[in-house]
Each structure stands twice: as C-alpha cells, then as structure tokens.
C-alpha cells in the first residue's frame, strides 16, 4: 500500500530498516553489503531497498536531512509498513573534546531546540530516548569491534547554522556529546507509535577543534558503524 511519500508495496520493506541522511549512501549501502537488494522506493528520490544480511531481510532507506522529513518517513514505515525496528546511522558534530573526529556515538537520548513534540499535548517536556535493548547489543557489538564509541546524551537541532555561536558550549556543559538533526524525531516517532529505534553516529567534525573528516575517512568509519547495524538487524 503506497504513501504519499512511499510508493513500496505492502511487505516489500522488513521489520528493520537501516536510514541514513542521504539516499545515494542508502543506494550505496544496499549494492554494498546486502544480497539481492530490490529497490522498493523512488518517490523524491528518497531510495529504498530491501535484501539480505547473514541470511536475515533487512531495509535500508535515506531519511533526508532535518525532523520534519525523518518524521514523515518514519511514520510512514511503522504506521503502514509493518517496520518494528529503525536504526538511523548518520554523522555528527562534536561538541566535546574527549569525542574525537570518526568516534561512534551510540545515542541514549537527545535534547532538541525544536517544538516536535507540541503535537503529543503533554503538559511539560518530553525526552526522547532509544530502544534499550537495540543500545545494550549496539555496546555489545561495538565492544567486541574495538571500536572508539561513546554512549549518552546528543543534541537534535533544527538549525545547522546557529546565530548563537556559544550554543554548543551551552549544550556541552549540559553533558550533551555532540549534535545532529534528526534523532529526536525519530525516537518520539517511535515512542507514539510503540515501536523501536536507535542512532548511531559517527562524528563528522567538531564543533571544539573545528576539525573536519574527508568524505573518505567518514566512508571508512562508516563502514563499522554500518556492520554494528546489520548485525543488530
Ligand atoms: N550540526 C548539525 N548536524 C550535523 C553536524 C553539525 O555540525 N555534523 C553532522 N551533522
């Protein structure tokens, strides 16, 4: 049954789905890593496939940048499509010094400076944190990895290019790790409809150091990033 936004058939997403920011990575990781991958979205370019990993079906679909549009695509994916499990797997700015350029960072929870949440009507603040159990095997993979990793707390923001240059010390002292623009969403998506999701993220560039990662150093750390998600698939 196709949406506004997706036009797969009924049962041609699986119960997880792997998103990345940009479609063309979702493209790339399909022919990549997993066998028989059959393209099941096209709409806006925002491409979807599904194939298998070790034996097991698994989804991966770009979410495209910012809340407004992984919140689409991810209702779609748990309200139409059956979808039990997203794992976002994106890039991020560091907001802290012990958090290096290509580390992972395995998203507990995220703060948000966007009003997503207005629409649940709660008489305060919600709090937007991950499945734990998709966390607790994401730790257990990234140990058994040897991958540099942290766990905790992010910023998702609406804005990437902030008038307010002393927000990410704000954000920091707070204990937030670094920042993306999608999580929050994503986990309050999730939480309304009693589904699961988690984030992964590796980071991109620091917003301490002002460091940045070429596009082929972020492709490298991707990859373990990218196999700690299948196998949780
Ligand atoms: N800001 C917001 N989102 C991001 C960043 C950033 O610095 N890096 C990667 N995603």
Known sequence: MATPHNEAATGEIAKTVLMPGDPLRA????MTYLEDAKQFNNVRNMFGYTGSYKGKEVSI?????GMPSIGIYSHELYSQYGVENIIRIGTCGSFKKHVHLRDIIIVQGCCTDSNFAYQFELPGVYSAISDYGLLEKAVALAKEKNVNYHVGNILSSDIFYHADKNSP??????GCLGV???SY????????LNKRALTLLTVSDSLV????TTPEEREKSFTAMMEIALEIA
């Open 185 to 192: 969403a994503l986990f309050a998506t999730a939480a309304y």
């Open 169 to 174: 010390e704000k954000w920091a002292s707070m």
């Open 209 to 212: 150091s002002k460091e940045e």
């Open 61 to 65: 679909m770009g979410s495209g940048m």
């Open 180 to 182: 993306e623009m999608e």
């Open 27 to 30: 493209k790339f990781l399909a």
